[in-house]
């Protein structure tokens, strides 16, 4: 979510003779310490001078071919058993390339939006993910985030690490829980390339024949999306007029007597891009006030500032009591001394650095509050006084939801790597009210998109279910129930493409945090990756590697009949004991939901509600936070969220 893109010139002048004349260029994924996939057809591929001969040895085996007129060579090795370190050598033209501590075993792609993205450092089991011994053999190649307007031969950047307690911080906490149960259970090497980017959407993993554009219609697009991109850059640019300029250091408004009624009012929590300020990065100032008793004066107390994107400094009456650098997740918490209070009128003055992506004071409104020491804690949402000092205005970091961008720059030019599957973790982004139906068949799209890009028809293909959080997005009808919910009808999209073969699905409802989109528990998510690794790509039969699924529904009275197909025949609650499961609801010929009383009876559950004489639907977990679902199966593992019929 927060690098910004860098587009580096590289000066020839500064290169030596020796680097002017080279030609032999490999993919950046075959880069030492490698990890290729074993008992698979091994391609290799890449650009000499036209018409060179090329030579590739790999262990005992070596293939040749021949640079065509555009300098584009590509050959095959035999499928090679796990195993290494080798050396993968490549000769054309006099020019040679040794690629060292090449291991084979399992590689995985790892792809989607943040919650794939999150670094292990970041997550509830940091501490005990970076203190782990080193593990050679299980590796990670971090793809940059980067973006094409066409498909792209070579990435921007990128190489192989090996997991390390000087590393592993850095990787994918999802994959890398899902690579090292990976190792422990199949005992050979495990490599993940890491392709992600925060709030990306699903349109742009896509190319232009998954989304059906052609060549003109796509171009019309991407002219349509300049055009828009040069207006909002000129809009936001004619705001920053009214203000003139301040060094980026500037303390000048952190005082705590000063006229700010010439600045504007922004909305906190929430980030400055989403209210009039697109594509804006560097310093802006926010400012407001809390008032104290003079007890409370006394005291001191704590002042919370929500989640700063990225870096704040922040003052109270012009004393400065805190400040955090490059943390755009992380709650600001401040203890503030009596010295720096006083009775009446206290102002908070906070100076934001955004590197790219997201600018403000973000979180949710129970993280920002002041709190004196001993008193009643109270809200600072709000309305805050907002103006800029040293800002630079590009719409290049929204292009994480552009059509075929991230396909083009972070996907294709990983083909034809061959690969044991593909994690997913992706849909948030897309979890809008128009969306969220027309997922499931972009979902079905991309997978079979991708595997005929790999040529990989049956290319295993697992994903995270989104994960519980309250996003705000559920319509409620006057009695507080849901009407209709998009991050559960995105679920339903999920499950909807387990009809293709190879596919599985972590249903994770019961690790999400309603207030925060990006659970800490990554170690659960990789585990239930790993269970359906396991079961889709290794043939795990009697490994219960999902909950129950919903399969059928029968009417009997008042009542509704629900069946499943629960491993073992297991259905549960999770609190266990015998207890009735929750977060069903029955609704009639109306339509209106209502809570249903539910009864586990073998495989079956069964509903019934006072309030619904003559059940028609059912449905269960059916809102963006399900914190009451709890009806699993054997392990625990939990069901999927289901309706019995859609509206």
């Known amino acids: 979510m927060k690098h910004r893109i860098l587009l580096a010139a590289l000066s020839l002048f500064a290169l030596p003779m020796t680097a002017l004349a080279a030609q032999l260029e490999l993919p950046l994924l075959f880069s030492d310490g490698a990890v290729l996939q074993r008992d698979r057809a091994l391609p290799v591929w890449g650009q000499a001078a036209p018409g060179a001969k090329v030579q590739v040895q790999f262990d005992r085996s070596s293939a040749q071919a021949v640079a065509g007129a555009d300098g584009h060579w590509s050959l095959q090795l035999p499928a090679h058993a796990a195993g290494g370190p080798y050396e993968l050598v490549v000769r054309a033209g006099g020019e040679e390339h040794r690629v060292r501590d090449v291991l084979v075993g399992e590689v995985w792609l790892a792809s989607g939006q943040s919650n794939m993205e999150w670094p292990v450092a970041q997550t509830l089991h940091a501490q005990e993910d970076i203190a782990a011994p080193a593990d050679p053999w299980l590796r990670q190649f971090k793809v940059p985030k980067s973006w094409a307007e066409a498909p792209q031969a070579q990435l921007q950047g990128g190489q192989w690490k090996s997991a390390a307690p000087d590393t592993v911080g850095q990787f994918s906490a999802v994959a890398h829980a899902f690579a090292r149960e990976l190792r422990q259970v199949l005992g050979v090497p495990v490599g993940v390339i890491d392709s992600t980017w925060g709030g990306s959407s699903i349109e742009a993993w896509m190319d232009a024949s998954m989304l059906g554009l052609d060549a003109a219609a796509l171009e019309a697009k991407m002219r349509e999306r300049r055009a828009a991109d040069l207006r909002v850059e000129e809009q936001v640019r004619a705001k920053l007029a009214a203000w003139p300029a301040l060094e980026p250091a500037s303390e000048a408004f952190a005082v705590a007597q000063m006229d700010d009624s010439a600045w504007t009012t922004l909305q906190v929590p929430g980030m400055w891009e989403q209210q009039g300020y697109p594509g804006m990065d560097g310093v802006a100032w926010y400012r407001t006030v809390f008032e104290l008793s003079e007890r409370e004066a006394k005291a001191g107390v704590v002042l919370g500032l929500g989640q700063v994107d990225d870096t704040d400094t922040t003052w109270v009456n012009g004393v400065r009591v805190g400040g955090v650098s490059n943390g755009y997740n992380v709650p600001r918490v401040y203890k503030v001394p009596a010295s720096a209070l006083r009775a009446g009128l206290n102002t908070i003055a906070v100076r934001v650095e955004d590197g790219g992506g997201g600018g403000g004071i973000g979180g949710s409104a129970g993280e920002l509050f002041v709190e004196p020491v001993g008193g009643t804690r109270r809200g600072l949402d709000g309305g805050w006084r907002f103006r800029t000092a040293a800002v630079t205005v590009s719409t290049s970091d929204d292009k994480n939801q552009v059509d075929t961008l991230l396909y083009n720059a972070m996907i294709h030019p990983l083909l034809p790597y061959p690969l044991a599957g593909v994690i997913w973790y992706q849909g948030e982004t897309n979890a809008s009210e128009w969306g969220a139906y027309r997922y499931r068949e972009q979902f079905r799209t991309l997978i079979e998109g991708w595997r005929a ?195």
């Open 453 to 647: 890009k790999w040529n990989a028809p049956q290319m295993p293909f697992l994903w995270a279910q989104l994960a519980a959080f309250h996003s705000g997005g559920d319509r409620l009808d006057g009695r507080g129930v849901v009407i209709d919910s998009p991050w559960a009808t995105l679920r339903e999209s999920q499950s909807a493409v387990l009809a293709l073969p190879a596919t599985g699905q972590a249903v994770i409802i019961d690790v999400g945090a309603a207030d925060d989109i990006h659970p800490r528990d990554k170690h659960t998510v990789g585990h239930r990756l790993a269970l359906q690794a396991r079961h889709v790509a290794h043939g795990a039969q009697d490994l219960v590697h999902r909950g129950p699924e919903f399969r059928g529904v029968e009417a009997k009275g008042r009542e509704l009949v629900l069946h499943f197909d629960a491993i073992g025949g297991v259905l549960a609650a999770r609190m266990g004991g015998g207890a009735a499961p929750r977060g069903f609801e029955l609704a009639g010929a109306d339509g209106r939901f209502h809570p249903a009383q539910a009864r586990i009876a073998g495989d079956t559950v069964v509903l019934r509600s006072d309030a619904v004489a003559t059940p028609e639907t059912a449905r269960y977990a059916w809102s963006d936070n399900p914190a009451q679902a709890d009806l699993v199966g054997a392990d625990g593992l939990p069901a999927s969220p289901f309706r019995t019929r859609a509206w």
